[in-house]
């Protein structure tokens, strides 16, 4: 989990701030006016935020799954914008031996980036691969 950017926690405080004023002004229209001009007010608040919180979800969504660029072209192959330690495709595969170690990112302008999509089966990265195991029934102890 990455920790959050400065100015991700201003939107969030931001966020409640308005959220918490927004609740205050609820309970003074039913405290100040009447229950029934409350909830009116309250249910077009409440599908306001809603219709937002749906729009900020897809947003979200579309970023999240633009394509990173390292998508698989084979069955049951790999591939990563960065390095991988440990890769296995196939069935039945044993592996008891400790992953090796993640190795480190390729250097900037070394063109690691553009590595053609694995065939199946296949392992590709844009770093470096500490171990590739594939095929059926691998035995590792």
């Given at each position: 989990?990455?920790?959050?950017?400065?100015?991700?926690?201003?939107?969030?405080?931001?966020?409640?701030?308005?959220?918490?004023?927004?609740?205050?002004?609820?309970?003074?229209?039913?405290?100040?006016?009447?229950?029934?001009?409350?909830?009116?007010?309250?249910?077009?608040?409440?599908?306001?935020?809603?219709?937002?919180?749906?729009?900020?979800?897809?947003?979200?969504?579309?970023?999240?799954?633009?394509?990173?660029?390292?998508?698989?072209?084979?069955?049951?192959?790999?591939?990563?914008?960065?390095?991988?330690?440990?890769?296995?495709?196939?069935?039945?595969?044993?592996?008891?031996?400790?992953?090796?170690?993640?190795?480190?990112?390729?250097?900037?302008?070394?063109g690691g980036t553009?590595?053609?999509?694995?065939?199946?089966?296949?392992?590709?990265?844009?770093?470096?691969?500490?171990?590739?195991?594939?095929?059926?029934?691998n035995r590792q102890m």
């Amino acid at each position: 989990m990455t920790a959050m950017s400065t100015a991700a926690k201003r939107w969030v405080w931001a966020v409640a701030i308005v959220l918490a004023a927004v609740v205050v002004a609820l309970v003074l229209v039913v405290v100040l006016v009447d229950l029934d001009t409350g909830d009116r007010v309250a249910s077009v608040v409440g599908a306001s935020l809603a219709a937002v919180a749906l729009v900020v979800a897809s947003v979200q969504l579309a970023q999240s799954t633009a394509g990173s660029g390292a998508e698989a072209a084979g069955a049951r192959s790999v591939r990563a914008a960065g390095s991988i330690g440990r890769a296995v495709t196939g069935d039945r595969n044993r592996l008891a031996a400790r992953p090796p170690a993640v190795p480190p990112p390729p250097a900037p302008g070394s063109g690691g980036t553009d590595t053609p999509p694995p065939g199946e089966r296949g392992v590709s990265a844009g770093g470096g691969v500490g171990e590739a195991v594939t095929g059926d029934e691998n035995r590792q102890m």
